[in-house]
Structure formats: structure tokens, C-alpha cells
């Protein structure tokens, strides 16, 4: 068993335009307000257990910073809970793809992002 390394590596974001298009077709989604969630289950290897990306829209945050912001929020909330995520995925031996999408028009504090993050891993642990 190795150290947990609460890291994101490179192979943890996801940014092959095939799999996010796949994520997108066959994927299922939820809501953990202020995130949705999609999430597809992957039989096949992939470089990492748990791929992700984080979006949010142009058109309610106009500047970069803001968008910025969140996504620094929403990466640091699955650093911190994702063992919970991948441990279980681990031992099923199995990969996911995950897209969390920011839906509300306002900012909301790291503590509410947590809270959602941590519900939205619970229901991830779920339906894998």
C-alpha cells in the first residue's frame, strides 16, 4: 500500500477531447448544488483511476478571474475528499470520468464548495 498523496497530477485532469466528448454522450449526471456532476464509468485503462475536469460558464462570470476562482475551489475540494472516491474504485478495479459543472450565478465560499464536493464523491461512490 502505498502513501496517499493528496496531489493532482496531470493524468487526474481530463483533457483528451475523447473522452470528454464520450462523458458527454453516454454520461449521467446529478446535481450537488452548486455543482452538477457528470460521470461516466469506464471499464477500460486509463492513466489515471479518476479523470476530471472542472467548467464554468462564461456567460454568468464574465471575468476570468472569477471563473478562475472557482475552479480553484472546486480542484481543491476533490484533492482533499478524492481518496474517498478512488479507493473504492480501486478495489472494484474500474475508472471514471468525471465533469463537475459550476451551475449558480453567485460565488459561494470554499466551505459550501467542500460540502458539495463531499456530497457529490458520496454519490459518485454509489453509482460506480
Known amino acids: 500500500m502505498t502513501t496517499k498523496r493528496y496531489t493532482l497530477s496531470k493524468e487526474e485532469r481530463l483533457s483528451w ?5 464520450l462523458l458527454f454522450e453516454k454520461g449521467q449526471s446529478f446535481v450537488a448544488f452548486p455543482l452538477r456532476v457528470v460521470y461516466l464509468p469506464m471499464e477500460e485503462e ?4 479518476a479523470s476530471f475536469l472542472v467548467s464554468v460558464p462564461k456567460k454568468r462570470f ?11 475551489q472546486v480542484r481543491e475540494a476533490y484533492r482533499v475528499r478524492k481518496y474517498d472516491l478512488l479507493e473504492p474504485l480501486e478495489a472494484k478495479n474500474k475508472g471514471m470520468l468525471i465533469a ?6 453567485e460565488i459561494h465560499p470554499y466551505a459550501a464548495m467542500e460540502k458539495a464536493m463531499k456530497k457529490a464523491i458520496h454519490i ?5
Open 17 to 21: 477531447k475523447r473522452y470528454i466528448d
Open 46 to 49: 486509463m492513466p489515471a483511476r
Open 62 to 72: 464574465k471575468r476570468a478571474v472569477k471563473r478562475n476562482l472557482i475552479k480553484r
Open 100 to 105: 463537475f459543472l459550476y451551475l449558480d450565478k
Open 124 to 128: 459518485l461512490r454509489d453509482k460506480e
